[in-house]
């Protein structure tokens, strides 16, 4: 049987770095009900939805890189064929993607890649809107540290020629910066990826708006002085909870803001939010409501529970944070006080509720709702250019103001690039 040969011994050849088998009792005729890619600097994931549960293997070979998945009892319809299609050439990890029958009952899709991955894949049960999912997550194999991204993205930017003491101007002294250190502040634009959060009745996705209200945000806090940003996610992909939190502490942020925009049953809803972590328990039953429904995320996002989160031991330190969750409290009810100005609050107070993304023990943190997408009125709203600029304006405004009442202390040189 040479072709059998001939398989073995490309399989020997190769250096395997990973083989896995997955059995989950599929059966025959198996329909993929969607496919979808998003690539992301952090890591480029590929959805596979399906009807019914999948059986796979996967391997990971070199020579050129590519990574390997068989899907057994799979038909090989219209919608796998769309796969090579949606493969970016600006994509950081796969280069292109072949799918085809590779004998009777399994159709086989070869990823080519760019380089060296470090690969996940996991099967997700239907959850929300959507069916089964196989998810394949291609992670570079050195993860991607935020603080040196950070640390490299700002030493992109030429330094500015100093003037020489007579071609400064006379008349005007430097005017003093009224943060006396550099501060950083982690921008967290809610949902992204598989997880859209709320849509809209004119179906705005919330993932969409969110993001373009914390880049926004992002450029006034970096044209401020002494003030840089960071955000957790600069595309649509998802990113874990617990992530999120991981990569504002390792920048040692001053600050983590989400930025949301809410939703509820009932389209008449409106106004804006802010809320903080509580230790004892909600302050009304719409926060926990609420707090549960944004926890959710992981759950629609799709996090591979097999995996530890690199970011897990450095976050959850101390859960005993009672003076950050003052800070937080000071930091929202300044936020709260700015977004007054500009729309209805829809509590005239900060509340508070177990928000997983905003466990960091030693970071004020707040979650802004700007606005709620399923009122047709405020979804308008958020869509509108010149009202995202006001948002973010008030959100910076009042940071200013909590920061003008709180100044920073003395952080580690790790953290500042003074």
């Known amino acids: 049987m040479p072709r059998r040969r001939d398989v073995l011994k490309f399989a020997a050849a190769s250096l395997t770095l990973l083989v896995s088998r997955v059995g989950a009792g599929a059966t025959a005729g198996t329909s993929i009900l969607a496919v979808r890619v998003w690539p992301a600097r952090d890591y480029t994931r590929v959805t596979l939805e399906h009807d019914q549960p999948i059986k796979y293997s996967h391997l990971l070979v070199k020579d050129p890189e590519r990574l390997v998945l068989d899907l057994e009892g799979v038909e090989f319809n219209s919608v796998l064929q769309t796969l090579p299609s949606k493969i970016l050439d600006s994509d950081p990890y796969i280069k292109l993607i072949r799918a085809g029958r590779n004998k009777p009952g399994v159709v086989r899709l070869v990823i080519e890649l760019k380089g060296e991955v470090k690969p996940q894949v996991f099967s997700l049960k239907p959850v929300g809107e959507y069916g089964h999912r196989l998810v394949l997550d291609l992670y570079p194999v050195e993860p991607i540290d935020p603080l ?95 992530q999120r939190v991981g990569k504002a502490r390792r920048v040692q942020a001053d600050l983590f803001v989400s930025v949301h925009a809410d939703a509820f049953i009932k389209s008449t809803a409106r106004g804006s939010s802010v809320f903080v972590l509580s230790e004892t328990g909600a302050s009304s039953s719409a926060a926990r409501w609420l707090a549960n429904k944004e926890n959710s995320a992981d759950l629609v996002g799709g996090v591979n529970l097999g995996a530890k989160d690199p970011y897990l031991a450095r976050t959850l330190l101390d859960l005993s944070q009672t003076a950050t969750i003052n800070d937080s ?3 929202g009810k300044d936020v709260l006080g700015e977004l007054g100005r500009i729309n209805t609050l829809h509590k005239g107070q900060v509340e508070q509720a177990g928000f997983a993304v905003l466990k960091a023990p030693d970071i004020p943190s707040i979650l802004i709702e700007t606005a709620f997408i399923s009122n047709p009125e405020e979804e308008a709203r958020l869509n509108d250019e010149a009202y995202q600029d006001r948002m973010a304006d008030a959100i910076l405004k009042g940071i200013r103001r909590y920061f003008a009442k709180n100044p920073p202390l003395a952080k580690s040189k790790l953290a500042r690039l003074d």
């Open 148 to 242: 040196m991204a950070l640390l490299e993205k700002t030493g992109e930017a030429p330094p500015k020629a100093e003037l020489k003491p007579a071609e400064r101007p006379a008349e005007k002294p430097a005017e003093k910066p009224e943060i006396a250190r550099l501060v950083t502040i982690v921008l967290d634009p809610g949902h992204g990826g598989e997880d859209p959060g709320a849509i809209g009745r004119g179906g705005s996705h919330e993932k969409n708006v969110t993001l373009s209200v914390a880049r926004r945000l992002k450029e006034k806090i970096d044209a401020t002085p002494n003030m840089r940003s960071v955000l957790t996610r600069d595309g649509d992909y998802f990113i874990p909870l617990q």
């Open 329 to 331: 409290l000071k930091l």
